[in-house]
């Protein structure tokens, strides 16, 4: 489901809608719990003036048979239906838990780069868990126990209105104040609960991010830093979750005060009417029954229902920001494959800032032939990595049109058009999983023996097999147990792998040492064949057999040529050539 709803009655409505007769069922037998409640108190009633009817009590059993097999029949029919709610609950459930996840997940996946650059992944991992999990038990309480009890409290109210109606009204006058200051106090529990589960998705996102860069930490002696800057987060959970709470148990007193208040009263006028002689013991047994009954309904709706239901009310809402937000980045409604015969790139009179105000490109036109193979040099800021991001889609022109063999990249899909480029960026990372399937995300349909091969030409296959594991070998997170030139190879031999018309290379061989880099240089070179490839370099010597080589600077391409060419000229190339320390461009013009 690309575009869930927007709203969280409508949103649980549709995963309701999907398992419809599921929850039907759900609904009906869970109201065994409504009659346990109801139908007990009048069984008893029966049963004990029975008792006090028979005459001869040698033949008891003979005389409440009667009696005896409706209690044993109306128990089997309750616990059969108990079973069965639970059998139906077993499988509806779960799979409104999967549902759940995976929409949110799904959603959550075509959100752009700009969203995931703002905001934590644990945030956004924490906000898809607690609507799995809180939205389930919304539906749970709506579907079972809610109606289970409202049934149980109208059955005995009817009854007791023919039997004793003063203690019926008694009970409604008292149980419908009650509802009333429930649902009061379970308002501003929603509104309590929105903010600390806010406040905790925070917490887990600064306590990931904390985790992720503990080399930094350590690097910088920054435990104790760390633990200052955390605790700023937790005491803002802190008092969310205590406000919450206090607020929850200031409700909880007043609901208790008044169930307190019921019972005493109640317990006084049923003596009073036994003290005249207007009611039966039988009926004394049914309103004690039914009044307790009805009163600790009331109490788990007071204490328990209501409250955990506007918690989870308060948690769904705070998580369904993550769908209510925007997909920036879509595929037009009618998207076609991308198709590369030649690879050729052309930016048409493209604009483009990040933000209003802060403008990168301007009417910027350029074209890359198919097959070519073209540096992008300059200071930082320049537009490099801007040039390339547009190319990937990540972020949309403003104006004008970016064309791969002559389709406009708005108008093909996103999947079909990265999968024609491979990137090797300059900071790799990999996921937490084995070696061998992170080199196989370059073409997860890959052999074995097609990875090994890929392996072997990035010059990687050696250490991978001295590794406790091998390619079995799990790299840990962000590929942390791998050193940065492992992890580059890795991405190299990925990118190997691919079978995409056009390359990306952005420093990818920054993390290499100067042996293993010639060692692969040959095989970058065989990667780079046939392709249309794009370079960026702060090392230009490595540019020097670049076709073509385009100088950033302001978001213009000031210069444009070969690298001999453009040191003849004596321009801004030839002053970035000069200015170069070890090899490497500074960050800014000195």
């Known amino acids: 489901m690309n575009n869930p709803p927007k709203t969280l009655r409508k949103f649980l409505r549709h995963f309701v809608m999907q398992q419809k007769w599921g929850f039907l069922g759900y609904f009906i037998f869970s109201l065994a719990w409504g009659l346990e409640y109801s139908l007990w108190p009048v069984y008893f009633k029966h049963f004990v003036d029975a008792i006090n009817a028979v005459h001869d009590k040698g033949n008891i059993f003979a005389e409440l048979a009667p009696i005896l097999w409706v209690g044993i029949i109306l128990r089997i029919v309750i616990e059969i239906m108990f079973r069965i709610d639970n059998l139906i609950a077993l499988r509806i459930l779960p799979r409104l838990d999967v549902a759940i996840h995976k929409t949110m997940f799904e959603y959550a996946e075509q959100h752009s780069y700009r969203y995931f650059s703002d905001n934590f992944a644990g945030h956004v991992a924490n906000k898809i868990g607690e609507m799995s999990r809180a939205g389930v038990d919304v539906l749970n309480a709506l579907f079972c126990f809610i109606p289970s009890l409202f049934l149980a409290f109208i059955v005995s109210c009817v009854i007791m209105f023919r039997l004793h109606p003063l203690f019926a009204m008694i009970l409604l006058t008292w149980f419908s104040i009650h509802l009333i200051v429930c649902f009061a106090a379970a308002k501003g529990i929603s509104r309590y609960s929105k903010e600390h589960a806010e406040s905790r998705s925070v917490l887990r996102g600064k306590v990931i991010d904390s985790f992720t860069n503990f080399l930094n930490v350590s690097l910088f002696a920054g435990k104790n830093h760390e633990k200052q800057y955390i605790v700023g987060f937790r005491n803002l959970e802190f008092a969310a979750n205590r406000k919450a709470r206090i607020f929850t148990e200031k409700s909880r007193f007043f609901l208790g005060l008044n169930e307190i208040l019921a019972f005493v009263g109640m317990g006084w006028l049923i003596l009073k009417q036994l003290q005249i002689g207007a009611i039966s013991s039988g009926e004394v047994v049914f309103i004690l029954t039914a009044s307790w009954n009805i009163m600790m309904i009331a109490w788990q709706v007071g204490q328990q229902i209501l409250p955990n239901l506007y918690r989870d ?245 000031i210069e444009d040529g070969k690298h001999s060419d453009l040191l003849a000229t004596g321009g801004h190339y030839a002053k970035l050539w000069n200015m170069q320390a070890g090899g490497f461009l500074p960050d800014k013009e000195i």
Not at 526 to 542: C, D, E, F, P, Q
Request: net charge neutral.
């Open 313 to 557: 009310i308060g948690v769904c809402e705070q998580a369904l920001s993550l769908v209510q937000e925007p997909i920036e980045i879509k595929d037009s409604p009618d998207a076609k494959e991308l198709i590369v015969d030649k690879g050729q790139i052309e930016f048409a009179n493209v604009d483009f800032s990040y933000r209003p105000g802060i403008e990168i490109f301007r009417d910027k036109s350029l074209t890359i032939k198919g097959g070519e193979k073209v540096a992008l040099v300059g200071f930082s800021g320049g537009g490099k990595t801007s040039f390339v991001n547009l190319i990937l889609r990540f972020f949309d022109v403003n104006a004008g049109k970016i064309m791969i063999d002559g389709q406009d990249i708005k108008n093909v899909t996103q999947d079909s058009l990265r999968s024609q480029i491979a990137m090797i960026p300059q900071d790799t990372t990999l996921f937490h999983r084995s070696i061998k399937e992170n080199i196989a995300y370059g073409r997860v349909d890959a052999s074995d023996g097609e990875i090994i091969e890929a392996a072997k030409k990035a010059k990687c296959h050696e250490f991978i097999i001295r590794l406790e594991n091998g390619y079995d070998a799990m790299v840990g997170e962000r590929g942390i147990k791998l050193s940065g030139g492992q992890r580059q190879r890795i991405a190299i031999a990925r990118a190997m792998l691919k079978p995409a018309k056009i390359l990306i290379l952005d420093e990818a061989t920054s993390s290499l040492d100067s042996i293993t880099e010639s060692d692969i240089k040959e095989s970058i070179a065989t990667l780079m064949h046939g392709k249309t490839t794009i370079v960026i370099a702060h090392r230009l010597s490595t540019l020097l057999d670049m076709e073509r080589i385009l100088v950033f600077k302001d978001g213009k391409v």
